[in-house]
């Protein structure tokens, strides 16, 4: 099975600020790598596909890049609304890998 | 409008049976690729299973921990997915989410259902 690592488990940060969250597989999955973005209680909501293709009505400030085994999401300015829970998947092959998350918290 | 609506959840005890179902509606359900994602309480995401489109052959594949215990079926009639779930462990308590695999998006989970709560306790 691939291995999905995210650094940091929890960050906090001030709104305006530029926050990086990195995903690295334990094999090459190409850009076959997603990311979602959890509320809690709620269900989580698809970001970015394919490494860097951003999701119809999410805001550019989330961008994607990486391929092979390191990949990073960028939120440009943190706003209010971005505090949540951040996950990384793989969709290279199954079984389907979740990374562990990472928590942005107000600082 | 797309959705995707669990139901079937509940409290069922060690070793027992649970079949949850998720509607779909706003898709063409037939040609749609179909996972089940669960999330124990405090915890990540983790997939459970998938189920392809009869046009690509209608298989199902199942993450190690539920093989043989899980079943996943689709009645493309009634465009609804199941989730056969039999010999319950307390670890599979979970909230149980189906998803929807974009085939335009590299099958990222694109639509996801609220979610049905399963909790396995004496």
């Known amino acids: 099975d691939i291995q999905m690592t995210q650094s940091p488990s929890s960050l906090s940060a001030s709104v305006g600020d530029r926050v990086t969250i990195t995903c690295r597989a334990s094999?090459?999955?190409?850009?076959?790598l997603n990311w979602y973005q959890q509320k809690p209680g709620k269900a989580p909501k698809l970001l970015i596909y394919?490494?860097?293709s951003l999701q119809s009505g999410v805001p550019s400030r989330f961008s994607g890049s990486g391929s092979g085994t390191d990949f990073t999401l960028t939120i440009s300015s943190l706003q209010p609304e971005d505090f949540a829970t951040y996950f990384c998947?793989?969709?290279?092959?199954?079984?389907?890998?979740f990374g562990q998350g990472t928590k942005v918290e107000i600082k | 409008e797309v959705q995707l609506v669990e139901s079937g959840g509940g409290l069922v005890k060690p070793g027992g049976s649970l079949r949850l179902s998720c509607a779909a509606s706003?898709?063409?359900?037939?040609?749609?690729?179909m996972s089940w994602v669960r999330q124990a309480p405090g915890k990540g995401l983790e997939w459970v299973g998938r189920?392809?489109?009869?046009?690509?052959?209608?298989?199902?594949d199942y993450a190690a921990p539920v093989k043989g215990r899980f079943t996943i079926s689709r009645d493309d009639s009634k465009n609804t997915l199941y989730l056969q779930m039999n010999s319950l462990k307390t670890e599979d308590t979970a909230v149980y989410y189906c998803?929807?695999?974009?085939?335009?998006?590299?099958?990222?989970?694109?639509?996801w259902g609220q979610g049905t709560m399963v909790t396995v306790s004496s």
């Open positions: 998803t929807l695999a974009a085939a335009g998006k590299s099958l990222a989970f694109d639509i």
């Open positions: 706003g898709f063409t359900f037939s040609n749609a690729w």
């Open positions: 189920i392809k489109s009869k046009t690509d052959d209608g298989t199902t």
């Open positions: 094999q090459s999955i190409s850009s076959y």
């Open positions: 394919a490494a860097s």
């Open positions: 998947q793989q969709n290279y092959n199954t079984p389907r890998t």
